[in-house]
């Protein structure tokens, strides 16, 4: 399935909760979302095998991809459009081994050391970041800003999309900095409405 990290939706069980998980998404989808990524750290895999097949169908023939976060087992069993590994997840060739050519796999980077250690070759785009400090991700990693982002987008060979702290009014900073996307949480998800706060990323 072909792809667009311009922007990418990431679901967060508790924001979500506003307005249930699925009318976000359907909502934020209405208001111009590319991607969505289904994130869930609380949830069983039952749970959000679940969850996924039930996006998976709202988004049916809206050219949409959905993500699973982290749990290959969930993406195979919801045949989910794709997987997004952190840095201590399911490693990326396992991921691309399990779910074959077609899947888009996306890893998370922080640093020049972890771009330069990824099987590029097996990845369809990286999630950088963060950009900023961020209550939407417990431990995150130090943020980076947008030269740390410029600077780790000039020697990545792959579509990117930056995350953390992000809203609105950083669309035109990242795409100086050479990002495909943006990936936000708290912009969209818990917003009253979310079909508006996705629409105010395309003004
Ligand atoms: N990874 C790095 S920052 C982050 C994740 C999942 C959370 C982003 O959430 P928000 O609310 O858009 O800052
Ligand atoms: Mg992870």
Redesign the pocket.
């Known amino acids: 399935m072909p792809f667009d990290l311009s922007l990418y939706l990431v679901t967060d069980a508790t924001l979500c909760q506003r307005h249930g998980l699925e009318r976000t998404v359907s909502e934020a989808v209405r208001g111009g979302v590319t991607m969505v990524q289904l994130r869930d750290k609380q949830a069983s895999d039952a749970q959000m095998i679940d969850q996924a097949r039930r996006l998976k169908a709202l988004l049916a023939g809206s050219g949409v991809a959905l993500i699973i976060?982290?749990r290959l087992e969930v993406a195979l069993a919801s045949q989910a459009d794709g997987l997004h590994?952190?840095q201590?997840?399911t490693t990326v060739r396992q991921a691309r081994v399990a779910m074959g050519p077609k899947a888009i796999l996306g890893l998370?980077i922080n640093t020049v050391e972890q771009l330069h250690d990824a099987p590029i070759d097996q990845l369809d785009y990286v999630g950088i970041g963060p950009i900023f400090a961020t209550p939407s991700k417990q431990d995150h990693a130090q943020p980076i800003g947008f030269g740390g982002l410029a600077s780790l987008i000039k020697d990545c060979p792959i579509p990117s999309v930056a995350i953390g702290g992000l809203n609105a009014s950083h669309v035109n900073a990242i795409r100086r900095a050479g990002a495909d996307g943006l990936a936000v949480i708290s912009a969209i998800c818990g917003q009253p409405d979310p079909e508006a706060a996705a629409r105010a990323f395309q003004r």
Do not use: K
Request: proline fraction near 0%; hydrophobic fraction near 15%; avoid cysteine.
């Open positions: 976060n982290d590994v952190g201590s997840d998370s």
